[in-house]
């Protein structure tokens, strides 16, 4: 039987913890030293989350690094060698322009130009204000281009080397010099009418400069290279280019001798005269080259911007009139051409004559004249010139005014060229008909008026006119200008018969004994013509103009001069007259061009 007791006892000793693993709890810590433990032996979250941010930076940092460095250093280096590169445009050296013995007329020299890189400007008014000191100009402006957005902009072009010199040595951050052509002209406005003129850029903007620009300019370069921070290129850096190509010379038929005294003469008459404008024309008329075409007023292109736009233009070329009386000698070929009349023809001609409703009188008054139509050409008579006009028709006298090269180009390719105006004659009135048998009611430009008197000099057939001889291109390859087409317009009987008929008009019985020359047979035409005014619509003022041809018998130059609305007088025979007997004798010498010892025949001008 088991008791109690023993049970009990049992039970304590089954609760006791066996000896080896017994370990007495100890005291408890305070809270304050519990909660230091927490914290030094224990992280927080937010440690964690800063620790693993930081180590996640170091990792994008490192990786980049690595990426800068080694793989993409070959990109960020050429980046580098990118932004201090400069690319610029090279001009061509445009080509020259020289008249028909290689005299140069305009040629292009070495000039150096000065531009900035803007964003490496430092203090753009006190660069402005040093360049300018040196320079000239507007400080406000030069300042203006120095804050350009860009890394380039032009501060001077065509300058000479000394003065972008003295400017690169201010050492001014962001500035520095290029290499580049400039136009000059040895002759200042020597053919500066015909020649015209460049823009900043080298491209041509009037005369041959703009007719011709394409063979003249030739083909632009391009220059690569490395700068440093100021701008200023690298002597050991890269440099790389594509080098122009240089433009092609024209030469041109023009004498320059010839074309100097054509222009001295002409300026002092217009002067002289109070002429608004002229021109002054020679010309060979068997082969239409043109050996001076003088205008005034005039111009030095390498000053253009300073001339009015008006003094830039070609007057020979641009501006038509109506050219009175020189344009009888197309009535007298048609006339004689048709048999209407011989020069020895009476004509009766009337103090005044009606046509329609006008009344139309000579220059001076007279009665009732006895004239051979020789003397109507050499006295200049309208009333005359119109009755012949009557029996030829005006049918044949268009035809006449259009084979001379009215109503059309002259063929010459000159800018800025008028062909004139030339009616049909179905579109002309009763008056019409009469007036431009004598020169009105129809226009024309001076150069188309010279080839007229060209064409009688040459025997009647008519040859354009012509200003560029040949075309040398940058290897000095010579390609000539293609000869123009010839078209006989009359007979050299008609021809030849005109040509003594007008030696009448230089002689003390006609109108322009002042024309005469010494030695010389000359033969030739007045003309004093009234002029149109837009303005009113009406007629106003005249056009005085005088074209003849030497030696008469034998011609070998023709020179025509027309003065615009002159001041100071306003007939032919004594304002036009007397410059082409200058011009017209320093040309027979220049040329060398003998007398042909001939005595010029004994005209009858009368029936008397």
């Known amino acids: 039987m088991t008791s109690s007791v023993g049970t009990r006892e049992r039970s304590r000793v089954a609760a006791r913890p066996t000896a080896p693993t017994a370990r007495r709890t100890p005291p408890a810590a305070p809270r304050s030293l519990r909660r230091s433990r927490v914290r030094l032996g224990r992280p927080s979250r937010r440690l964690h989350v800063a620790l693993a941010a930081a180590l996640t930076v170091l990792v994008v940092l490192a990786g980049r690094l690595v990426q800068l460095q080694g793989l993409d250093a070959p990109a960020y280096a050429a980046q580098a060698a990118k932004q201090r590169l400069r690319t610029v445009a090279m001009p061509a050296p445009r080509g020259e322009i020289l008249d028909r013995n290689g005299n140069r007329l305009a040629g292009t020299v070495p000039a150096r130009a000065l531009f900035a890189d803007p964003m490496l400007v430092v203090d753009p008014p006190a660069t402005a204000a040093r360049i300018t000191a040196l320079l000239g100009g507007d400080p406000a402006a030069m300042e203006e281009k120095l804050r350009r957005p860009g890394r380039f902009v032009y501060l001077g072009r065509g300058l000479e080397a000394d003065q972008v010199d003295r400017v690169l040595s201010l050492g001014l951050p962001g500035i520095g010099s290029l290499s580049e052509t400039k136009r000059v002209h040895p002759g200042a406005d020597l053919a500066a009418n015909v020649i015209g003129f460049t823009g900043q850029d080298g491209n041509g903007l009037g005369g041959l400069e703009a007719t011709f620009d394409g063979v003249l300019a030739g083909k632009s370069g391009r220059e690569t290279m490395e700068v440093d921070p100021a701008g200023r290129q690298i002597p050991s850096g890269e440099h790389s280019g594509t080098p122009p190509v240089p433009g092609s010379s024209l030469q041109l038929t023009l004498d320059r001798d010839i074309q100097w005294q054509a222009q001295q003469a002409l300026v002092a008459q217009v002067q002289a005269t109070g002429s608004r404008s002229g021109s002054v024309i020679v010309m060979d008329p068997h082969t239409g080259e043109v050996l001076a075409l003088a205008g005034a007023p005039t111009f030095d292109p390498d000053q253009q911007g300073a001339a009015p736009e008006a003094a830039r233009g070609d007057p020979a ?246 003065l615009q609305d002159p001041q100071n007088g306003h007939f032919g025979g004594t304002l036009a007259a007397p410059v082409f007997h200058d011009v017209m004798a320093f040309a027979l010498q220049a040329r060398q061009i003998p007398p042909t010892g001939t005595a010029a025949p004994t005209a009858k001008l009368t029936t008397d």
């Open 317 to 562: 070329v641009s501006e038509v009139y109506e050219p009175g009386s020189v344009n009888k000698v197309i009535t007298a070929a048609a006339a004689l051409e048709a048999g209407v009349v011989t020069p020895d023809t009476p004509v009766t001609v009337p103090p005044t004559l009606a046509v329609y409703d006008r009344v139309f009188h000579d220059a001076e008054e007279h009665g009732v004249e006895h004239l051979t139509f020789t003397g109507v050409l050499a006295k200049s008579s309208n009333i005359g010139t119109v009755l012949v006009a009557q029996q030829l028709g005006k049918t044949k006298l268009y035809d006449a005014l259009r084979g001379f090269g009215f109503g059309q180009s002259s063929g010459a390719g000159l800018a800025g060229e008028s062909a004139g105006i030339l009616p049909p004659p179905d579109k002309w009135s009763g008056t019409q008909a009469a007036t431009i048998a004598f020169g009105q009611g129809v226009s024309v430009n001076a150069l188309q008026m010279a080839s007229v008197y060209a064409t009688v000099a040459n025997d009647g057939v008519r040859v354009p006119p012509r200003v560029v001889r040949d075309t040398i291109g940058s290897d000095g390859r010579l390609s000539p200008t293609p000869a123009p087409g010839r078209t006989t317009v009359v007979s050299p009987k008609t021809a030849q018969e005109l040509r003594t008929m007008l030696e009448a008009v230089t002689s003390n019985e006609g109108t322009a004994p002042e024309a005469r020359i010494d030695g010389f047979r000359v033969a030739g035409k007045t003309g004093t013509s009234q002029r149109v005014d837009p303005t009113c619509g009406c007629y106003r003022g005249y056009t005085a103009s005088f074209v003849g041809m030497a030696p008469a018998d034998n011609p070998q130059l023709v020179v025509a001069v027309v």
